[in-house]
């Protein structure tokens, strides 16, 4: 009979030097990926998949990650049955992780095996928790009642497990930190000035209990990447569902978020280059786009640079890295560099579509930045019709780029389009887009009202900010031209942004507070002045003497208006700006 401590066939691995070559090797097939290997990836964690189950979620990431990138049906299903038949691997041996250890910690004479099952479980249980996730997301896609509800359960279990095992690795840790403390309070003193030495004790790599600190410390970084992307994700909802994500369980902490998604990143596991994404897309897209720092969508720069300057050697040919050089750029204000990063990361994916297809689109906004509409009509005809994310919204900013360069037939041919392109009744861009390209495809349409358009849409999209200052003159001329009453109140508010980013102070007050009074627009336009109270609220947040009035402000967006464009989008911008005038008057 084999030994009840044995580990069993396909456990993480049978000794440490097995664990840490196991770990190395799902660790190099990520980098593959993120080097634009994706075939040799999925090749590498095909061969291996059945070694392990860390090298079976591997198979599966990539298999679930194809899935994402090309919305087909065969392949979200194979997705599916892939990360079920990974779960199933891992729920074969799995069961209590502290109460094993305790169990084997009784047998001194197993205590390395004890340690190792441990650990095997403790992976084992992670993964679970990651196998889910990606299922939930499997199934939110099918965008059905019952699709979501089951998503929302199956992302229940998934935090409880990830909630778990970090509490159990962190006991670990502390227990092992507390341990080499009491050791070295209570060593003997030297005996080398008696002409003896001492007996070598225990390799400083092993506890007692058999599991290495630097097993430990990957297992941390492990369940790190998604303990902190729960904590990161649930703190961007909008304030009126966070008491109902909170009262399912799911916590919101945005700074314990990042701590772990950092733990993990620095990590030997699988998942810190993934975790390094996340933190670049946060600190790149999240950050500057929902304003989360306040008003400066400058934060949290330095440290995308850091990242990147760090992982340069490391990934060279990454579409991915050099996607995210070109965001940090974009923030920079550093247009022409960043069209440069974005063009060569298109060029490094060219067999990976859905990165094409982000990177064409950073294209067309940085076209779109730089005045250039030509560039931007063609980059975003081409998103139009070839991706399948939101075809209605890619050819709204089709038709109004196509309408700014002076094609105004065929851009009123691109706006009746975005009526039959539109699917998805409860998205707030489509619905947007709806409306807008609805107002526009009329004979009275003019390329300057195509132009204010794409103002909009950069001011939306929180844009502006990153346009040079001749730039933003310009869009100050073309808006002082239109004259339709029904877009004063929006052209008052796109002033009122303009001179913010310009600095003129006095003539930004002035515009939002004409924007803030407009009611002729507010049935067409009805995100206006919400927006421009908030906005005017920003501007007097930089006073000390009007703080008070900017919070009133604030106040006044946030409970005086319902049922506008981008309610939620500007509710997180709110939530973050309020929330950092009460940081800021809780200093000494």
């Known amino acids: 009979?084999?030994?009840?401590?044995?580990?069993?066939?396909?456990?993480?691995?049978?000794?440490?030097?097995?664990?840490?070559?196991?770990?190395?090797?799902?660790?190099?097939?990520?980098?593959?990926?993120?080097?634009?290997?994706?075939?040799?990836?999925?090749?590498?964690?095909?061969?291996?998949?059945?070694?392990?189950?860390?090298?079976?979620?591997?198979?599966?990431?990539?298999?679930?990650?194809?899935?994402?990138?090309?919305?087909?049906?065969?392949?979200?299903?194979?997705?599916?049955?892939?990360?079920?038949?990974?779960?199933?691997?891992?729920?074969?041996?799995?069961?209590?992780?502290?109460?094993?250890?305790?169990?084997?910690?009784?047998?001194?004479?197993?205590?390395?095996?004890?340690?190792?099952a441990a650990v095997d479980r403790l992976q084992r249980q992670i993964i679970i928790a990651d196998c889910q996730v990606y299922l939930a997301v499997l199934s939110f896609i099918k965008q059905e009642l019952s699709s979501y509800i089951k998503g929302g359960w199956i992302l229940r279990k998934a935090w409880k497990m990830y909630n778990k095992c970090y509490g159990d690795i962190t006991h670990l840790q502390e227990g092992r930190r507390r341990r080499a403390s009491e050791q070295q309070a209570t060593a003997p003193p030297s005996l080398s000035n008696h002409g003896r030495?001492?007996?070598?004790?225990?390799?400083?790599?092993?506890?007692?209990?058999?599991?290495?600190?630097?097993?430990?410390?990957?297992?941390?970084?492990?369940?790190?990447?998604?303990?902190?992307?729960?904590?990161?994700?649930?703190?961007?909802?909008?304030?009126?569902?966070?008491?109902?994500?909170?009262?399912?369980?799911f916590p919101g902490d945005r700074l314990q978020g990042l701590s772990a998604l950092t733990y993990a990143s620095e990590s030997q596991d699988m998942k810190a280059p993934l975790a390094t994404l996340a933190l670049l897309w946060y600190h790149t897209v999240v950050q500057p786009f929902f304003a989360l720092d306040g008003t400066d969508t400058q934060a949290g720069l330095m440290e995308a640079k850091s990242i990147l300057q760090q992982r340069e050697a490391t990934y060279p040919n990454s579409s991915l890295f050099m996607f995210f050089k070109g965001r940090v750029q974009r923030l920079e204000c550093e247009i022409s560099r960043a069209l440069t990063s974005f063009r060569d990361a298109l060029d490094l994916a060219s067999d990976q579509r859905e990165i094409q297809h982000v990177c064409l689109y950073e294209i067309g906004w940085c076209s779109m930045i730089e005045l250039n509409y030509g560039e931007a009509y063609r980059a975003f005809e081409r998103l139009k019709t070839e991706s399948r994310w939101s075809q209605c919204y890619y050819a709204y900013l089709t038709g109004v780029c196509q309408g700014a360069t002076g094609d105004l037939e065929g851009a009123v041919k691109v706006f009746k389009d975005v009526e039959r392109l539109f699917k998805r009744k409860n998205n707030q861009i489509e619905l947007f887009s709806t409306k807008r390209a609805e107002k526009l495809r009329t004979p009275s349409l003019s390329k300057e009202l195509c132009i204010l358009s794409v103002i909009e849409i950069l001011y939306l999209w929180k844009a502006l900010p990153n346009c040079s200052t001749a730039k933003l003159k310009t869009m100050i001329q073309v808006l002082q031209r239109i004259d339709d009453a029904s877009c004063t109140g929006l052209k008052n508010l796109l002033l009122g942004a303009i001179n913010g980013c310009l600095q003129n102070t006095n003539d930004a007050i002035q515009f939002f507070q004409l924007a803030a009074r407009d009611e002729v627009g507010r049935l067409s336009n009805s995100y206006v002045q919400p927006y421009s109270c908030y906005e005017l609220g920003c501007v007097l947040l930089n006073s000390p003497e009007s703080a008070g009035k900017s919070r009133v402000l604030m106040l006044q967006a946030k409970e005086d208006y319902a049922g506008y464009d981008f309610e939620n989008r500007l509710h997180v911008r709110i939530h973050s700006a309020l929330a950092s005038m009460r940081a800021a008057a809780a200093q000494p």
């Open 1 to 116: 009979m084999a030994d009840p401590t044995e580990p069993a066939p396909g456990s993480v691995a049978d000794d440490k030097t097995d664990d840490l070559n196991e770990a190395e090797m799902a660790l190099k097939g990520i980098n593959m990926l993120l080097n634009n290997g994706f075939k040799e990836s999925e090749e590498h964690f095909k061969l291996y998949r059945n070694h392990s189950p860390l090298m079976s979620f591997g198979a599966s990431f990539v298999s679930f990650l194809n899935a994402m990138m090309t919305f087909e049906e065969e392949k979200m299903q194979m997705a599916f049955e892939d990360l079920k038949a990974t779960e199933r691997l891992c729920e074969s041996e799995n069961n209590g992780v502290i109460e094993t250890i305790k169990n084997k910690l009784k047998r001194s004479v197993d205590s390395q095996r004890s340690g190792v």
């Open 197 to 249: 030495s001492s007996s070598p004790g225990p390799s400083p790599s092993l506890r007692p209990d058999g599991i290495s600190p630097e097993a430990l410390e990957r297992l941390k970084g492990a369940v790190s990447f998604g303990y902190g992307l729960f904590h990161l994700c649930i703190s961007m909802v909008p304030p009126h569902l966070l008491k109902i994500v909170n009262l399912l369980g």
